[in-house]
Nanobody, 126 residues
């Protein structure tokens, strides 16, 4: 399994970026859930957003309403549209594929798999 993440860069506060993650390999398909994580210097890697094999999505509280995770038409690409970016969004962003989805109370938790992309740097600064 290979995951290729792209789209990071330097943006001013309030700006937007769209990250892409293209996946290939035998385990990837329409039944595969995916997630975007980020890791800032000195901090643990955290889940930012996840999408199930259908259209269900879940977001960290810190990005709810500003970030949108979606799938491409070919289903082997996942996007993270990031709007109203803040300096605290600065981090290396990683995509993850085929994680475990656990449903509860109408929502779900996404637990990462061993399949990671290489990371793309997002820097929000004036």
């Amino acid at each position: 399994v290979q995951l290729q993440a792209s789209g990071g860069g330097l943006v001013q506060p309030g700006g937007s970026l769209r990250l892409s993650c293209a996946a290939s390999g035998s385990i990837f398909g329409i039944t595969t859930a995916m997630g975007w994580y980020r890791q800032a210097p000195g901090k643990q890697r955290e889940l930012v957003a996840a999408i199930t094999s259908g259209i269900n999505t879940n977001y960290a509280d810190s990005v709810e309403g500003r970030f949108t995770i979606s799938r491409g038409n070919a289903k082997n690409t996942v996007y993270l549209q990031m709007n109203s970016l803040k300096p605290e969004d600065t981090a290396v962003y990683y995509c993850n594929a085929a994680g475990r989805v656990t449903w509860y109370s109408g929502t779900f938790d996404y637990t990462n798999s061993p399949y990671w992309g290489q990371g793309t740097q997002v820097t929000v600064s004036s």
